[in-house]
């Protein structure tokens, strides 16, 4: 009612203020119209005067500032512009008014809402004309001048009828607004009210116990599903979301909350619009749900009530490392029955032959060799993957000892000589006597598989190198060579299992690709870090390095 009230003076007398400053402006108007016409005419008139007496001189020698002048013969051609333009002005309808009628004006008032273009154009007594063009200051700009005492005037308007409204609309209403709404009482000069009192003491006493009750629910509903590393989201039958919890903010990648919004504003992929669709629809639906930081599993289940669906409940848990796992155990188990294939059918083709005795007798030795050979490469395989298969379950025994780090490296160099000898590859342990404290299994099957690729992959008459440092924090082994180096997009694969730089390659050189994956997850093992740097021509460098 004081809204009311107070609305409807503050209207009429801002509608008074309004029609007072438009009476105003009008009269604004006119008297500047009149004064830039006059002033047009008068500057039009002299410039007429002295090309009448000095001709094209006059032009030439006077200033006309930024005032467009032109003089134009009775066929339109320009004798004379101040902007320089040489273009017929036959058809201007300025010229053509002044040939007719001996003066004519216009104005463009669409070069800016503060300025305007003014044309006035004069017939000589000898057929030419003078035309002239003036940027004005335009209406708006010319009631800017004025609009101070206006804008005081309909503001002290305004004022006064604000001031007014609130006197008279608090007057009229200020016994009903003293009412205490949460402890209403009966005055004596509204008697008619007391039901209504009544009534509201009763609905206040109702409302404050059903919102202790709602508060205490919801915070105990908040506690729990923010507590949760999973996502909940709940979503009413028109898909807005009801409540989400920042695990399903942090699972999907948003950033605010979404409370209030559609549930696509969560996620507009088509896979999630179909999964939800069918939750919406009655149905239970599961998908996974591949997003920037990872795989999202994603469970959409309708909430009824009898046969009518009145809302769903969204469910989100990371599946990411769930699923690299998955994709991990179907590429080790595809890469480890290639590999186990590959001597297995070498070893039956060469055993069928000779069960069959289709070998001649001078080949039997050459034979029995390559099925050793081949069996022995088995093995090798066999014992790499169950010291994978360990490092990856951390079921290594936990034997640690002091392992001086210098020694170990020169003792599996002088185990790998005659293999370095063979091809020719010199090699040197240089650095510090570093003691480790570790499980000496590992580490040396973690150092001897460095050293032997550096080996293998290393040129006729190469070299490599083992150097051990120290850190006040860590221990540093780096082993380097001079080999045939890895490509720089393979550098990052080359931990993977079964992962073959250049595989026509390495099918020349013994290995069983698990080497540099044993090497990862040995480190690892001592919580350590492994890099690689590597040049195409001019070697490899591998840097271990162990938190002490």
């Known amino acids: 009612m004081t809204k009311r009230i107070a609305r409807s003076i503050i209207l009429l007398s801002c509608f008074a203020a309004l029609l007072s400053t438009i009476i105003v402006s009008a009269v604004v108007n006119r008297y500047f119209s009149k004064r830039i016409r006059d002033e047009m005419i008068a500057e039009t008139t002299l410039i007429a005067r002295g090309a009448e007496f000095g001709g094209i001189s006059y032009f030439k020698k006077t200033d006309f500032k930024d005032m467009h002048v032109s003089w134009i013969a009775h066929d339109g051609s320009i004798l004379y512009d101040s902007k320089d333009e040489t273009e017929s002005m036959a058809d201007d309808p300025d010229f053509i008014a002044a040939i007719e009628d001996g003066s004519s004006s216009s104005s463009d008032m669409s070069m800016n809402i503060n300025r305007s273009l003014l044309n006035y154009a004069l017939r000589l007594s000898d057929g030419t004309v003078v035309r002239i063009s003036d940027v004005h200051i335009s209406y708006v700009s010319q009631l800017e001048r004025v609009v101070r005492i206006l804008l005081i005037f309909f503001l002290a308007s305004t004022a006064i009828s604000m001031v007014t409204a609130t006197i008279v609309s608090r007057w009229i209403v200020r016994p009903i607004n003293e009412i205490d709404l949460d402890s209403p009482k009966v005055y004596d000069s509204f008697p008619e009210l007391t039901p209504l009192l009544d009534k509201l003491r009763t609905q206040n006493r109702m409302v404050a116990k059903q919102m202790y009750e709602l508060r205490e629910s919801r915070e105990q509903f908040s506690l729990i599903t923010e507590s949760m590393s999973e996502g909940l989201i709940v979503a009413d039958q028109k898909l807005t979301v009801l409540a989400c919890n920042s695990g399903a903010l942090h699972l999907l990648g948003v950033k605010k909350s979404c409370v209030g919004s559609s549930i696509y504003a969560l996620n507009n992929s088509e896979a999630f619009r179909k999964c939800v669709q069918n939750a919406a629809g009655g149905r239970h639906s599961e998908i996974v749900l591949s997003t920037d930081k990872g795989d999202r599993e994603i469970i959409a289940s309708p909430a009824k009530a009898a046969y009518t669906v009145n809302g769903i409940v969204v469910f989100i848990m990371d599946v990411t490392e769930k699923q690299q796992l998955e994709t991990m155990r179907r590429e080790f188990t595809s890469n480890v029955t290639h590999e186990l294939k590959t001597p297995l059918t070498t070893i039956y083709g060469m055993s069928d032959l000779l069960a069959n005795n289709m070998v001649k007798q001078p080949d039997v030795p050459q034979f029995g060799n390559s099925i050793r050979n081949e069996a022995d490469r088995l093995m090798k395989l066999i ?166």
């Open 383 to 548: 014992n790499d993957i169950v010291s994978l298969s360990k490092l990856d379950e951390n079921s290594v025994p936990d034997e640690t000892e002091d392992i001086d780090l210098f020694e170990l490296s020169a003792e599996i160099m002088y185990r790998l000589a005659p293999t370095a000898s063979k091809k020719n590859v010199s090699y040197n342990v240089t650095g510090e006597h570093v003691i480790f404290k570790g499980n000496r299994t590992i580490l040396d099957e973690v150092i001897t598989n460095l050293c032997d690729n550096a080996i293998k992959y290393n040129n006729e008459g190469g070299s490599y190198l083992v150097k051990i440092a120290h850190l006040p924090k860590s221990a540093i082994i780096t082993v380097s060579d001079t080999g045939m180096g890895i490509p720089q997009q393979s550098i990052g694969r080359v931990f993977e299992r079964f992962y073959r730089v250049d595989k026509s390659r390495s099918r020349k050189i013994k290995g069983t690709g698990l080497g540099l994956s044993i090497v990862k997850h040995g480190v690892m093992y001592h919580n350590g870090n492994v890099s690689c740097e590597s040049d195409i021509g001019k070697g490899t460098v591998f840097t271990i390095e162990l938190p002490l």
